[in-house]
């Protein structure tokens, strides 16, 4: 156990991240901040070392986020510090001549609220009461297709066009994120990764793997069980179990949407 989680016993967090059998550099990125409650999952864009630059990038503004009073302050400075992240990567594009970018899935929780944040297809799930359910919704081409009724959940996992993603940090001027907010209940798991778990593991295995035993093994199992399968992408996995504390409950905004590291 490190010490953020010796200061926050309130969650239980495991992690791991990995290059996966095809790619031979490791684009992705983690935060874990169990202390101030922000984990998060990036995953960079534009090549090896473009790619992890981003990811970096963006990793390296969020860990200027301190301790917040309050829910809309932590949702606050975790916002300015993907604006700081955006125009980085804005004049490192500007200077390289070169496209990058990264998707960014962060978790927040204060006392007895969380916020999931996004932007592109990493994704965060929420397990609760036995079931899962994908709390962000892709930024990419087809799933804005399947929006409009012009593809099926189906096609569009069978779809080359498939990874064509629409939103990413430091891809225009002002970032597109998504936010959807409620209440934590006790037992919750939050799990937040990167596409190289998605493309070759389903919701059910996630499920199976959270409920069978703690947040470091489901990751680990995971994992394996991506790498089993080839393992096309690198893979990133950040699990979070909340135990109920003593915190009292305090209020985030309203819903609102459209806010424009390698281990073993």
């Given at each position: 156990m490190n010490d953020a989680q010796r200061r926050n016993p309130d969650f239980e967090t495991g992690c791991i991240s990995?290059?996966?059998?095809?790619?031979?550099?490791n684009e992705d990125n983690f935060i874990l901040r169990p202390e101030i409650g922000l984990w998060a999952v990036a995953d960079g864009m534009g090549g090896h070392e473009n790619g992890a630059l981003a990811s970096a990038t963006v990793v390296a503004a969020l860990e200027a986020v301190g301790a917040?009073?309050?829910?809309?302050?932590?949702l606050a400075m975790l916002e300015a510090g993907i604006l700081k992240a955006n125009d980085e990567l804005r004049?490192?594009?500007?200077?390289?001549?070169?496209?990058?970018?990264?998707?960014?899935?962060?978790?927040?929780?204060?006392?007895?609220?969380?916020?999931?944040?996004?932007?592109?297809?990493?994704r965060i799930y929420l397990v609760r009461?036995?079931?899962?359910a994908q709390v962000?919704?892709?930024?990419?081409?087809?799933?804005?297709?399947?929006?409009?009724?012009?593809?099926?959940?189906?096609?569009?996992?069978?779809?080359?066009?498939?990874?064509?993603?629409?939103?990413?940090?430091?891809?225009?001027?002002?970032?597109?994120?998504?936010l959807e907010n409620g209440e934590i209940a006790d037992g919750d798991v939050f799990l937040?990764?990167?596409d190289g778990l998605t493309?070759?593991?389903?919701?059910?295995?996630?499920?199976?793997?959270?409920?069978?035993?703690?947040?470091?093994?489901?990751?680990?199992a995971l994992l394996a069980l991506t790498l089993e399968r080839g393992a096309r992408d690198n893979v990133t996995v950040v699990i979070v179990r909340y135990r109920q504390g003593a915190s009292e409950r305090t209020r985030w905004m309203p819903n609102r949407s459209g806010r424009g590291g390698n281990t073993p």
């Open positions: 990995h290059t996966g059998k095809v790619r031979k550099a917040a009073g309050s829910a809309p302050d932590l004049e490192e594009i500007g200077r390289r001549g070169a496209t990058m970018g990264a998707t960014l899935v962060c978790l927040l929780i204060h006392q007895r609220h969380f916020a999931c944040l996004w932007s592109g297809d990493s009461s036995g079931r899962i962000s919704r892709d930024h990419t081409e087809v799933q804005d297709m399947v929006d409009r009724g012009l593809l099926t959940s189906d096609e569009a996992k069978r779809s080359p066009r498939r990874h064509i993603i629409t939103h990413a940090i430091g891809v225009h001027d002002t970032p597109e994120l998504d937040l990764c990167s493309e070759h593991v389903a919701d059910a295995e996630m499920l199976a793997a959270v409920e069978a035993g703690g947040a470091q093994e489901a990751c680990d």
